[in-house]
């Protein structure tokens, strides 16, 4: 048996909606709650969780990104200074001790290692190396002997041919060559670092790189 109202086209909606009602009843669900529901579930909803933690992580992921370039960076140059201390040091150690072939006064083996370096490290993309002016040390004299120094641009080179090294072998002192260059780098990774978590330190700023070599005098 059907229930039939007057009125005609409203009769299939009222039918639906106490439908409904039943339905709700049954379920325990309240009457009149189906739209907060609704808003629960999309409250409860995954979409933007991927978003959200690629926004909790996109800090540490930046910090981990300018750490590996930074670094690398620094260990192509301490890599670069210690090749061109090894050239330097090489050259000035197979050269010998007379001046006669330089027209000023510093000696020639001290004015070849100075270029060598210089030429290597702006070939190797230091182009601040240019300053180094081979036959203009800051400082030394009076003999090949003596310690020559370099420093222009904040790059220190320095050429000593009168290291005393002590043979592990024989426990005879062997006179060598030692050179050493220091180039200036500038760290970002400290800074970066220290925005993200507080209180946390690192390298930051100019620092200066140091390498060295030493090699036997083979002229006298």
């Known amino acids: 048996m059907g229930i039939h109202r007057k009125g005609g086209p ?11 009602e039943s ?32 926004a909790l992580v996109l800090p540490f992921l930046l910090a981990l990104v300018v750490g590996i370039i930074d670094f690398g960076k620094a260990y192509n140059i301490k890599h670069i200074l210690t090749n061109a201390a090894r050239e330097g040091a ?14 000023d006064t510093t000696p020639c083996s001290i004015e070849a ?8 490290l702006y070939d190797a993309g230091l182009t601040a190396a240019s300053c180094i002016k081979p036959n203009a040390p800051a400082s030394g004299g009076g003999s090949p002997l003596t310690p020559w120094t370099y420093s222009c641009s904040g790059i220190t080179l320095k050429i000593d ?33 220290g925005l993200l978590v507080n209180g946390a330190t690192g390298p930051a700023g100019q ?14």
């Open 207 to 220: 620092q200066t790189m140091t390498a060295s070599a030493v090699m036997q005098n083979l002229t006298y």
């Open 113 to 120: 290692s100075a270029d060598a370096v210089k030429q290597y």
């Open 23 to 54: 339905n709700r009843a049954m379920s325990g669900t309240p009457i009149g709650r189906s739209s907060s529901i609704s808003w629960h579930k999309h409250l409860r909803g995954t979409h933007g969780t991927q978003l959200l933690e690629f």
């Open 10 to 20: 409203t009769a299939e909606p009222l039918l639906t909606r106490v439908s409904e």
């Open 90 to 103: 090489r050259l000035t150690s197979s050269t010998p001790l007379t001046d006669v072939n330089c027209s």
């Open 161 to 193: 041919r009168a290291v005393n090294n002590v043979a592990t072998s024989s426990g005879r002192t062997v006179p060598c060559t030692q050179v050493t260059v220091s180039y200036p780098y500038t760290f970002t990774f400290g800074r970066i670092i």
